[in-house]
C-alpha cells in the first residue's frame, strides 16, 4: 500500500518548483510568505546576500494572523516598512500555497499600500 505524502510535504515541494525560478536580487528582492493556521508572516529577502531586508508577521503585530484582516495588516505593514526601506518593486514567492485567501490577501494589501509586486 502507498501511504500519501502530508499536505506540508506537497507544499514543500511545490515551493521548491517555484523557487528553482524566482530568486530575489538586491534590486529586486522576494516577497516571501509563510502561514500556519493561527499566523502569517511575511519577509522580503535579498538571496544573493542571503539577508532578510524587511519582516512581518502577525504575531508581531499582535493580531489574529488566521483570517483575512490579519493577513490585509500584514501585507499592509511590510508595504510601509518597504517603503520607509526604500524598496519599491518586489518578487512575490506564494510559498507553495494556493493565490486564494490570505496569501491573496496579503498580497493585495501590500499592492494597495504602494509596493509594487
Known amino acids: 500500500m502507498i ?5 506540508n510535504v506537497m507544499r514543500q515541494r511545490r515551493h521548491a518548483r517555484v523557487r528553482k525560478n524566482i530568486s530575489g ?43 483575512i484582516e490579519g493577513a490585509k495588516a500584514v501585507g499592509k505593514d511590510i508595504a510601509l516598512k518597504c517603503k520607509n526601506a526604500k524598496i519599491e ?8 500555497y494556493l493565490y486564494h485567501g490570505r496569501v491573496a490577501a496579503l498580497a493585495d494589501a501590500a499592492r494597495e499600500n504602494g509596493l509594487e509586486i
Open 3 to 7: 501511504k500519501k505524502e502530508s499536505r
Open 89 to 96: 518593486k518586489v518578487v512575490f514567492d506564494r510559498g507553495g
Open 25 to 67: 536580487t538586491a534590486s529586486l528582492p522576494r516577497l516571501n510568505v509563510f502561514r500556519s493556521n493561527k499566523e502569517i508572516y511575511a519577509q522580503v529577502i535579498d538571496d544573493e546576500s542571503g539577508t532578510t531586508l524587511v519582516s512581518s508577521s502577525s504575531k508581531v503585530l499582535k493580531v489574529n494572523g488566521g483570517n
